[in-house]
């Protein structure tokens, strides 16, 4: 037996994650009333009359909704609230508590989608949603370090321990374990369900990333800039800015000498040296804020002065 848990993520918190405390609290909250609902020896929720509405049967509108907050189990619950805990807070800080209820129901009924177009039994749990969660934090924060904490046993041999690793393998690991389990056809888990979330969270942050609805920091390195997607979007968005801004004026521009293109002008920034030698440069607007050298990854505190 191997057990794989994340308990931290390096992620900075500049707000509270409130909707994401609210969420894991309603999930207690609605394994506490299907307990409360079940009769003794009953194991199957789909059997219990006041439950059975919302556990995802085909298109059934309430499943679809419903099954996202029900569990079959105490370890079932524990494990996703685990999951959702570490990268939720994450996600939530990001894109604002006012947002991330709808992210996290949309995320829940896009695996929950999936699963009916690929899977026919029942399905309960909130797994598709935490998938999602986890695939956008793989878009965002694919450097950041997870702690986690590990135990294997085989037989007489115990071992356990904690490390740190890099966020992407956490989610690329997630990813690779439900393919395989989809592709085999194993049953117990909602595969199609997590592979759907998946999908939808991975999608979903690159577009609200390339249109700005959430913003990120100079210093955060996401999954675009790591393959120079995103530093060359920036730079034909402050190409066309800069030609909008100049296109109506009247004022006299000479030309630069052969060689010299026009200089850009420069926003207010603080320039940091870091511990690697790097030289930096931060807009004041993140002055006191922490961040990454994006050279060797060491973390950086960007002075207020």
């Known amino acids: 037996m191997f057990l794989l848990v994340p308990y931290r993520v390096d992620v900075p918190l500049y707000r509270r994650p409130i909707a994401n405390y609210v969420i894991l609290a309603l999930l207690v909250v609605v394994y506490v009333l299907e307990q409360s609902q079940a009769l003794f020896g009953a194991v199957n929720l789909a059997d219990i009359p006041g439950i059975a509405p919302f556990v995802l049967t085909g298109w059934n509108p309430l499943g679809l909704i419903g099954h996202i907050f029900l569990h079959g189990g105490i370890f079932h619950l524990v494990g996703n609230m685990i999951f959702l805990w570490v990268f939720g807070n994450a996600v939530c800080e990001k894109v604002g508590n006012a947002a991330y209820p709808f992210l996290f129901v949309g995320l829940g ?142 004022a006299v521009r000479y030309p630069a000498p052969p060689g010299h293109p026009m200089p850009i002008p420069q926003e207010d920034t603080i320039p940091i040296v870091c511990s690697c030698g790097k030289l930096l440069k931060a807009k004041r607007e993140f002055a006191g804020r922490k961040g990454r050298c994006p050279a060797c990854l060491a973390p950086i505190l960007i002075p207020k002065a």
């Open 109 to 250: 009924i896009a695996g929950g989608i999936a699963h009916v177009l690929f899977n026919s039994h029942p399905a309960i749990g909130a797994s598709g949603a935490i998938s999602g969660i986890m695939a956008m934090c793989l878009v965002w924060f694919p450097l950041n370090e997870t702690s986690c904490f590990y135990f294997a046993w085989l037989l007489f041999y115990i071992r356990y321990g904690w490390f740190e690793v890099s966020c992407c393998w956490i989610m690329l690991l997630w990813l690779a374990f439900d393919i395989l389990g989809a592709a085999l056809g194993l049953g117990g888990v909602a595969y199609w369900a997590h592979i759907g979330g998946f999908a939808a969270g991975f999608v979903l942050a690159i577009v609200m990333m390339q249109l700005r609805w959430v913003s990120m920091d100079d210093t955060e390195r996401t999954l675009l800039d790591i393959f120079g997607l995103r530093t060359a979007w920036r730079d034909r968005v402050a190409r066309n800015a800069l030609q909008a801004a100049t296109a109506g004026s009247t």
